[in-house]
């Protein structure tokens, strides 16, 4: 069972390599396409569409075909898109790129979540923040690599090509270990499921949560870099180190997800952590200074911590069977949901910052950080009334 956790924990970590590796290179794309951020926001809805059009199709491939599988095609096809954003020339060029990288990405996101679901269940331990720990650490790790091609002027195509290289080569290395989770049976069809679905208020709700913290982290992911260089003054490299900052404190808050959520609840955890993000990143908005900006994308990462794998492990416990298997179909919907922030997020943030200045967009982004309070109430809320209306007794037949 060791071998299976970290396998998965590995997994994750090759996502967020793929994601910390290309979004703090932003500025140099930005240039190598002549870009304003009006115009970069809409190119990065390519990103989100790819990853939406996955993410709504990967639930039931990974039920037909198992998580592991479709894990390893996933991670293949990243490798084979990511240095097509070195080739890019236009937005237009930038977008179409993005919906490939996007799509992989996305796939790799829910088959990977899939799987630590099933570790989970079959540890009995809530390990759910800690793989997504790895997916920090992994952003960390290809930010930092981000970082120091670009402070040593190393070419977008021999730094996009080095990532796909190491993705594969460590992929081919744990992919075996990755657990096999029971296939769902025919009669569970997808068609039902996702009627299924759309009449659970649970559901949208923990989509909710998801939501907005996708579109915080990506304003995060897109957006700290430039707004580092831009509105601080920074140069490309010490500007990249921001979204490190954000990935080191997500990824240690997420080492001690275990403990947390054993010691508190889900819901506490939820409402202090986007409580913390939202005056981190309110504070990053309105007090200049390049410490300042770093503390506040920290207290942003810690606080968002818990909200993506609380919501995806939730979706996972909304969807198990009686026989202890099920949940896919339940994560992939959730998944969707989350990454219409990315959708929604890019043009939004750019557009508030082509409307004023990127100061503001960052703040507005703290704002929609704190929408995930009422928002967490809600589904706790929702959950109770499904168990209450799971544990009630059958009323008694009318004999008369």
Do not use: K
Not at 66 to 76: E, I, K, P, T
Not at 217 to 235: N, P, Q, Y
């Amino acid at each position: 069972m060791r071998a299976e956790r970290w396998s998965v924990f590995v997994i994750f970590a090759l996502n967020g390599i793929v994601v910390g590796s290309w979004a703090p290179r932003m500025p140099a794309l930005a240039g190598q396409i002549g870009a304003n951020e009006g115009q970069l926001g809409l190119a990065l809805l390519g990103g989100s569409i790819g990853m939406i059009a996955a993410a709504s199709l990967t639930g039931r491939w990974c039920a037909r075909s198992g998580a592991r599988l479709v894990m390893f095609a996933a991670a293949l096809a990243t490798v084979a898109v990511l240095p097509l954003l070195a080739l890019v020339t236009s937005p237009l060029q930038l977008g179409g790129a993005l919906v490939l990288v996007g799509a992989s990405v996305g796939m790799l996101d829910v088959a990977m979540n899939i799987g630590a679901v099933t570790v989970v269940r079959r540890t009995e331990r809530p390990l759910m923040p800690v793989f997504h720990a790895g997916f920090s650490f992994g952003a960390l790790a290809g930010s930092m690599g981000a970082a120091f091609a670009a402070g040593h002027d190393i070419g977008l195509v021999a730094h996009f090509l080095a990532v796909s290289a190491l993705v594969l080569v460590v992929n081919l290395a744990v992919i075996r270990f990755v657990p096999r989770e029971e296939r769902v049976a025919a009669a569970d069809g997808q068609r039902p499921a996702d009627r299924r679905m759309l009449r659970r208020p649970v559901l949208w709700l923990l989509g909710g949560i998801a939501l907005c913290s996708a579109i915080v982290e990506g304003a995060s992911g897109d957006w700290s870099a430039l707004f580092a260089v831009r509105e601080r003054g920074m140069d490309e490299a010490s500007a990249a180190i921001t979204f490190s900052v954000f990935c080191v404190a997500m990824g240690v808050v997420r080492l001690l997800g275990e403990q947390a959520e054993r010691r508190w609840s889900a819901e506490r955890l939820l409402i202090v952590g986007s409580l913390s993000a939202a005056f981190g990143l309110l504070l990053t908005a309105t007090v200049p200074g390049a410490a300042v900006a770093y503390l506040g994308f920290a207290l942003a990462g810690g606080g968002l911590a818990f909200a993506f794998p609380i919501a995806l492990n939730l979706a996972g416990a909304v969807g198990r069977r009686g026989d202890g298997t099920g949940g896919e179909h339940e994560i992939g919907f959730v998944t969707t949901i989350a990454y219409s922030g990315f959708l929604i997020g890019p043009p939004m943030i750019g557009g508030v910052a082509h409307l004023t200045n990127l100061e503001v967009a960052i703040g507005f982004a703290g704002v929609i950080a704190a929408l995930i309070v009422p928002v967490a109430l809600g589904a706790a809320a929702a959950r109770r009334r499904e168990d209450t209306r799971a544990t009630a007794p059958e009323p008694a037949l009318n004999t008369r």
